[in-house]
């Protein structure tokens, strides 16, 4: 998945590709930075002089696909009003994601820890956080947060769907399209407008006002 530039960003991405099959092997906690190093045929100062962690690394991952996902989003260019869009952009991350999907289960658990540099909301994923939620200005607008927040939760219905081909899963996004159609009529009633306002408080809250 990862795109060949420079010498350094290839040897970046060997090293990414190995780090995904060492953590699907040993899992994220048992894996070390050795293990990647090995795998790849590299010395752990190699490793080391790339990424100084293994979340570090997870991180790097994180961006390389939200990068994907946007480009990959452009160009389609998707159509429609923005239950349509957002539908088409969440249909998009999910194929790109698939692959990858054993290895994000397994880093689940370590993403759930509000602790952890791998929550989606630590100060250490703020850079990432920041791709992602730009992507979803140009899908919705003020409505980024709230879109970011439905998509981290289909996602998370995604890792633990067991439905053939993932059935439940798109019939949620589906669904997610018609609760954004009626909330954006509903936003027009008048005496609304508060509502809406303490919604966006919520996610500024929740995700960050500066991001």
Partial sequence: MFKNTTKSQQTRQRILSAASAVFQQKGFEKATLRDIAAANGMSLGAVYYYFKSKEELLLAFYEEVNEQVGEAYRRRAP???????????????????????????????????????????????????????ALFREVGGDAARGLWVGHMALLGLWLHDRTPDFRLTHQAISWAGTLLTWSLRLGKIPGTSGIKRTLQTLMEELVGEET
């Fill in 79 to 133: 159509q429609g009003g923005l239950a349509s869009r957002f539908e088409q952009l969440m249909q998009l991350k999910l194929e790109i994601l698939t692959p990858h999907r054993r290895l994000l289960r397994i880093i689940l658990k370590e993403a759930v820890d509000p602790e952890s540099p791998l929550c989606p909301l630590h100060e250490a994923s703020r850079p990432v956080l920041r791709t992602s939620l």
